[in-house]
């Protein structure tokens, strides 16, 4: 792209005599000419000049106030201001202007030249540095849904590293200072294509994150708007998101919603409860918030329904049959023993039989929905039946599993370690290998002894290291080459997983090169 750059002077001998020594000393500038301030201030709004060289004395509009007068509508147009008068109120209202050079008439053609020159390399610094973050801007555009996504699996799965959460809030440009909550969006089969117009309302909203679609669920982590009452907020934005149903009419579709809460450390709790609200579907009314749902353990539920909902949660998720199935029967005596009627009994056992269930959905496991076929006629043919219904749940459960490779995490683990330094994600990999982005996960973590982003993290770590024992390569050059869009939060993940900076890391390094030498 050409620099333009404009003549401002009431002598025509002066605006040519500087064309010719410009045109000489910079043969590449498209230059123009004005013949005094007012045409000045026209051609600015149609010329578009990146500088100008303003005379200041001139009749009518002189100088200075063309160039206030410009300098307001187009603040990024350079000025060099050419008089005869050096004197100090010049140079005063000059500097107000934000005018950083001045020619004396009459000039030399090598200062001329040497002053303009200043300018444009500022003009062409100044260009590089924008077009560096444009092209900063549009990366991280493109890697944010990725960041999106996988923060959102890993802090509603397992946990994220401090330094990344930080950072990684800090690149999604949310502030996090107020509640949060969880929602999950429940799709009807063949209505997985509406995840886009579903995170596209999030996104319109400017109010949450989305995370990956699995077994047709689409879970969101929404924070507070602190004008609105959590309810309002939250009914408002579970209406938004079902009007991507078509017409509002389509069936299938649910919306449950966790209770809000001060910190990401709880928001696995607020998912769950989220969770729970979408377990009966049948309801006119196509959303629920988890404070509206009846307890399974009746009114006096309490704390107590709390944990046997969280545990119900983590054990299906470590696959811990045996516990679960222990619990269940543990739930049906208490209610035999404290003189439950057995309908509502049946109902309540349901409910934590529904629990397992979505636990199931949230790995990806598609299953039968557990509903009992009949009232049972006793205690005894409840434990029996519930027992029955669990144990589908577990073969479900146990056949997801038959389903995966014997080297499946061995091929994920090359995968990464060959791919780290791009942009790769949890859901992408999930999608290579058939399992939702939460099992895939579990798995990982079950048969490597760390999760996900602590594994591609020491992957790029690692590169790093390698990278820096070459002293030709910039620390920002490897900050990208390793995988990293942001030199600061590289340094600082850098710094949280070695005790030391990248630039001390380095330095010791090639300290310690030259010594052997």
């Given amino acids: 792209m050409k620099t333009k750059l404009l003549i401002v002077d009431d002598e025509q001998i002066e605006r040519e005599g500087l064309e010719a020594i410009l045109r000489k000393g910079y043969p590449d500038l498209d230059i123009a000419q004005a013949k005094n301030g007012r045409q000045a201030v026209q051609m600015a709004e149609a010329y578009k000049p990146d500088l100008i060289l303003m005379d200041i004395k001139m009749p009518g509009l002189d100088g200075l106030e063309a160039a206030e007068i410009i300098g307001r509508e187009h603040p990024g147009i350079k000025f060099v201001m050419v008089t005869a008068y050096d004197t100090f109120d010049y140079a005063r209202t000059a500097i107000k202007l934000g005018v950083k050079e001045y020619l004396l008439k009459p000039s030399k053609a090598s200062e001329i030249v040497a002053t303009v020159g200043n300018v444009l390399r500022?003009?062409?610094e100044e260009r590089g540095a924008l077009e560096a973050s444009v092209?900063?801007?549009?990366?991280?555009?493109?890697?944010?849904?990725v960041v999106e996504t996988d923060i959102v699996t890993q802090l509603l799965f397992d946990h994220v590293h401090e330094v990344h959460l930080d950072e990684l809030v800090g690149l999604l440009g949310v502030g996090t200072d107020n509640e949060k909550f969880a929602m999950t969006v429940l799709l009807p089969?063949?209505?997985e294509g509406a995840y886009g117009a579903v995170r596209d309302k999030v996104r319109r909203a400017g109010s949450g994150w989305v995370g990956a679609l699995y077994g047709r669920q689409i879970p969101i982590i929404v924070f507070r708007d602190p004008t609105r009452s959590y309810r309002s907020q939250a009914v408002g934005l579970a209406r938004e998101l079902l009007s991507v149903a078509a017409a509002g009419e389509e069936p299938g579709w649910f919306v449950?919603?966790?209770?809000?809460?001060?910190a990401f450390a709880q928001i696995r709790q607020s998912y769950q409860e989220a969770l729970v609200a979408s377990m009966d579907t049948s309801r006119p009314?196509?959303?629920?918030?988890?404070e509206d749902t009846p307890l399974l353990g009746g009114p006096s539920g309490g704390p107590e329904v709390k944990r046997t909902e969280r545990d119900m949660f983590e054990?299906?998720?470590l696959g811990e049959w045996s516990r679960i199935g222990s619990d269940v029967q543990t739930f049906v005596r208490s209610c035999e023993h404290q003189g439950v009627d057995l309908l509502q009994a049946q109902q309540r056992v349901l409910g934590l039989l529904w629990l397992a269930s979505r636990a199931l959905l949230?790995?990806?496991?598609?299953h039968d929905s557990?509903?009992?076929?009949?009232?049972?006629r006793d205690y005894r043919q409840l434990h029996a039946e519930s027992a029955l219904l669990l144990e589908r749940l577990r073969e479900s459960y146990a056949a997801h599993a038959d389903r995966i490779e014997p080297d499946t995490v061995r091929q994920i683990q090359q995968y990464i370690v060959a791919h780290a330094h791009e942009d790769i994600s949890l859901e992408g990999i999930a999608k290579r290998v058939g399992l939702s982005p939460f099992y895939l996960s579990k798995v990982f973590k079950e048969q490597l002894g760390v999760n996900y982003i602590d594994f591609l993290t020491e992957c790029r770590i690692d590169r790093a290291k390698k990278l820096m024992s070459d002293p030709d390569r910039s620390l920002k050059e490897i900050t990208f080459e390793v995988g990293y869009r942001d030199p600061n939060y590289f340094s600082k993940v850098f710094r949280k997983t070695c005790g030391v900076s990248p630039t001390e890391y380095r330095k010791t390094l090639l300290g310690r090169k030259g010594m052997q030498a």
């Fill in 370 to 376: 557990p509903l009992f076929s009949l009232q049972a």
């Fill in 189 to 191: 089969p063949g209505a």
């Fill in 135 to 145: 092209q900063q801007r549009e990366t991280l555009r493109k890697v944010l849904p």
């Fill in 285 to 290: 009314v196509r959303y629920r918030l988890y």
């Fill in 256 to 262: 449950g919603i966790g209770g809000a809460c001060p």
């Fill in 362 to 366: 949230e790995m990806g496991i598609e």
């Fill in 315 to 317: 054990r299906i998720r």
């Fill in 122 to 124: 500022q003009i062409e």
